[in-house]
């Protein structure tokens, strides 16, 4: 499944990698009875979160946003390899990866089995803090949790640590510049692509479920492993988001995960492009 969006003289499609089933027990600070409301979801709590890919073209070059699960995750994911395709995209086109954070769903379809790459040619753009929190260091005070995340992560970057660019806030590459959005992950990031208003936010997992978190910016997931920061990124960019008409391509937002966030109240609202 892929959907051509056009912003100016960017062009990106959204390709999806499949459906990751949940629960809305994973929503906190809110009552589950509202949540379950809010999501018009079943009354068994499942929760059918969409997983995200977006592909963009500038130039030379043919950037991809996240690279998801491979068949690390669920059956109904791991199919971006074969979405690409169907939208005339091979994985030996992609020339740069966007990854906004290192979990399951963003990193693992990097490599197969293996661990040999997926992406022949493509360089990795990655904020240099989330690089930094699971690549370097002994992970010394780490939970095991953490621990298997950074051994799974050192095996989903192995064969592309020589064609890693790290970036900090205002440094630029194919187009794309990261923004610190830390919390869900200690260096998760959204990217601006583009220029002006003519420019999209790849919002990684600033929000997961948008029919709560766009009106409530203050949930967040049990996913979220700074929970204090993660609520002050999310209202953060979102304020940023809206101030500056920026269109969104959102990781988990209701598929294709493209449109923008306008103010609303205190708070926000969403408007599918
Ligand atoms: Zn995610």
């Given at each position: 499944m892929s959907t051509t969006f056009r912003f100016g003289e960017i062009e990106i499609e959204a390709v999806s990698d499949g459906i990751l089933k949940t629960?809305?027990?994973?929503?906190?600070?809110?009552?589950r009875e509202k949540a379950r409301a809010l999501v018009n979801g079943p009354t068994d709590g499942v929760y059918l979160m969409p997983v995200n890919n977006f592909v963009f073209r500038n130039g030379q070059n043919t950037v991809l946003i996240d690279a998801g699960c491979g068949d690390t995750v669920q059956p109904t994911l791991g199919r971006l390899v074969a979405n690409l395709h169907t939208a005339?995209?091979?994985?030996?086109?992609?020339?740069h990866i966007v990854i906004t954070h290192l979990h399951v769903d963003h990193a693992n379809g990097l490599v197969d089995n293996d661990g040999a790459a997926i992406y022949p040619n493509a360089e990795i753009l990655i904020h240099d803090e989330e690089y930094a929190f699971w690549?370097?260091?002994?992970?010394?005070?780490?939970t095991e949790i953490l621990r298997r995340k950074r051994e799974r992560n050192l095996f989903n970057m192995k064969p592309y640590l020589e064609r890693t660019r790290r970036l900090r806030d205002g440094q630029e590459t194919a187009g794309c510049s990261p923004v610190l959005a830390a919390g869900h992950s200690p260096g998760h990031s959204c990217w601006r692509i583009g220029t002006g208003r003519r420019a999209f936010m790849a919002l990684g997992d600033l929000v997961h479920i948008g029919a709560i978190q766009i009106s409530h910016p203050e949930v967040n997931l049990t996913y979220d492993l700074e929970q204090d920061r993660a609520r002050a990124s999310r209202r953060r960019m979102l304020d940023i988001i809206a101030a500056d008409g920026l269109a969104i391509a959102g990781s988990h937002i209701d598929a294709p995960g493209v449109g923008r966030i306008v103010r609303s109240g205190s708070a926000f609202a969403y408007e599918a492009e």
């Open positions: 629960n809305i027990d994973t929503v906190k600070d809110m009552a005339g995209i091979e994985p030996e086109d992609v020339t690549l370097e260091g002994d992970g010394a005070g780490s």
